[in-house]
């Protein structure tokens, strides 16, 4: 495909750029195959760029005075650029509708970047899966590396290899797969080191209206769990669970898994989470609202009771593993949304390391990305979607990873000094998720990934962020290592909006950057401080005698 075929008008001048908290502004608007370009005249560093991936959608607003062009961003930014001419301005906006609304990934930004930084350690291979897995399994003899699904012949969203019970063997998956939905079967996403429990994660068995048994899966499932009672931690209703029956899916019948507690902790999905986003969003950049309706906007949303719902859950799947020390089989209908959510906190909660940027990016490679969850999907739209889009209704984009993205953010307010990594960098990760230079969450599936090459055609983020001078802007100043199990509360009182992304272009934010500046001089100074006192110290005790006393 040609760009230059589909852009009308690549460039307008005298068009005034309109921003919150910013005056107005005479720019010069360019339109690339990839870019939105806004450029002031009267100050060369006043230049914006906006992706197309990242333009959610474009209004139109006319009258006798003013042709306006309303762009709202995935990352909740609102531009408004006026121009003389109306022909302008539906080239302009037929263009960038066009443009930010590619289905085919090879035609996106990605795929023709040329990145203008040395690459220390290629992102592709940081977590190469095999490598990852290696790390959990030196700590058990009970689990294999299956290539069961070695050409994504089983289950197309699931990873080449995949963790299982040693004594399951590959021909009992081939069944087990064909009896779970989009062929999702039980694997292996955490390994409670100090007690031996695990969670493990599938999409739900389609047992049927008739309660249809799979042997192979009965036998999986109590292999996992061994000779205790375990739990099934089903993320929909109880009602949802039993109507999916009618379609072929379901739950799994107690008769058949006598070991396993099935206990139903419902999380919202698909249209109503979006619709909850687009409700939050409209409160937060509504002027007009007074205090009081301004929160009971933010109620209304309920966006902070879907915050609940999944801390609550991830809570109880991890007070299963480290309290009772019992397995836990987590799953909705496919597993790609709630599952991945739940599975995701509960080792935020259980593991120190997943608390570390490093373990942070395994934790999101290895449980979101080789998992299955459809990035480009999911973050083809967001608060200003409009009903039906590029053939995407409202049931296919879902805010599912900005929802995981702010309960990790909930957790870090409330147990500051036990995360190594900043907001900063959430919110980088965000950005990125819906718009990006880069090939990270661009794809669908491992196999969708694979067949379309990312790794040789795309730049990983993950060669962006581990580097020094990035890394040095994700870290928190008052990071202690805490290899402690952290509860957080999910009281509604215990739960914050997330100012610096909902707010982040209505509300000036610089007060915040000072104190995150504040707080990195005095953590410095306090280092500082504890190397001059470690010298004195040396100082005052001496040199040592070959008897290990002190000299006179």
Request: charged share 25%.
């Amino acid at each position: 495909m040609e760009f230059a075929e589909i852009i009308k008008k690549p460039k307008v001048d005298e068009v005034v750029l309109r921003r919150p908290l910013l005056k107005p502004t005479e720019v010069v608007l360019c339109i690339t195959g990839h870019h939105i370009i806004l450029s002031s005249r009267t100050d060369n560093d006043d230049e914006l760029w906006i992706l197309h991936a990242m333009v959610d959608s474009t209004e139109i607003r006319q009258n006798n005075k003013q042709n306006s062009l309303i762009i709202k961003c995935k990352n909740f930014r609102v531009i408004q650029l006026d121009m003389k001419s109306p022909e302008d301005l539906r080239s302009v906006a037929d263009s960038i509708d066009f443009l930010s609304n590619l289905g085919d990934p090879r035609l996106m930004y990605p795929f023709y970047y040329c990145r203008n930084f040395n690459i220390i350690e290629d992102g592709w291979q940081t977590f190469e899966l095999e490598r990852e897995y290696m790390k959990i399994l030196q700590s058990t003899d009970d689990w294999r590396i299956s290539s069961a699904n070695k050409d994504y012949k089983l289950c197309s969203t699931y990873p080449q290899k995949v963790i299982v019970p040693k004594t399951i063997t590959d021909e009992s998956l081939v069944k087990v797969a064909q009896f779970r939905c989009l062929g999702r079967f039980p694997i292996l996403s955490y390994l409670h080191k100090p007690n031996r429990a695990v969670i493990v994660r599938s999409g739900q068995p389609m047992v049927g209206p008739g309660n249809k048994r799979c042997k192979e899966d009965e036998r999986l499932l109590t292999t996992i769990i061994g000779n205790q009672r375990g739990h099934i931690i089903d993320t929909r209703h109880e009602n949802i669970s039993e109507l999916a029956k009618k379609k072929g899916g379901g739950h799994e019948p107690e008769m058949h898994y006598p070991l396993l507690r099935r206990s139903h902790k419902p999380i919202v999905r698909y249209n109503t989470l979006i619709d909850s986003l687009q409700k939050l969003i409209e409160g937060c950049q509504d002027k007009q609202l007074t205090t009081e309706k301004w929160i009971s906007t933010l109620e209304d949303s309920n966006w902070f009771g879907h915050l609940q719902s999944v801390l609550d859950c991830a809570c109880v799947v991890a007070q299963c593993i480290d309290h009772e020390g019992a397995s836990v089989l987590v799953h909705g209908s496919e597993g790609m949304d709630s599952t991945l959510l739940v599975c995701s906190l509960s080792q935020i909660i259980l593991d120190p390391d997943c608390r570390t940027v490093q373990g942070f990016e395994a934790l999101i490679e290895r449980e979101w990305l080789q998992a299955g969850h459809p990035y480009a999907t999911r973050c083809s739209h967001s608060a200003y979607a409009p009903m039906k889009s590029s053939g995407l209704d409202k049931r296919e984009h879902s805010p599912v990873f900005l929802l995981f993205l702010d309960c990790v953010w909930q957790i870090m307010q409330q147990f500051q000094c036990s995360f190594e990594f900043n907001e900063d960098f959430l919110i980088l990760l965000l950005d990125h998720a819906y718009g990006s230079e880069f090939g990270t969450f661009l794809g669908n599936s491992p196999k969708e990934m694979d067949q379309l090459g990312f790794a040789q055609k795309t730049t990983s983020l993950w060669s962006y962020t581990n580097r020094p001078e990035v890394l040095e802007e994700c870290m928190n100043p008052v990071y202690e290592p805490n290899e402690k199990v952290i509860w957080p509360s999910v009281a509604p009182q215990s739960l914050e909006l997330w100012e610096s992304v909902y707010l982040r272009w209505t509300v000036d934010m610089r007060f915040k950057e000072k104190a995150k500046e504040r707080l990195k001089f005095i953590r410095n100074e306090q280092k500082r401080l504890r190397a001059e006192e470690e010298q004195l110290r040396l100082r005052l005790e001496g040199p040592l005698d070959l008897n290990g006393g002190v000299r006179a």
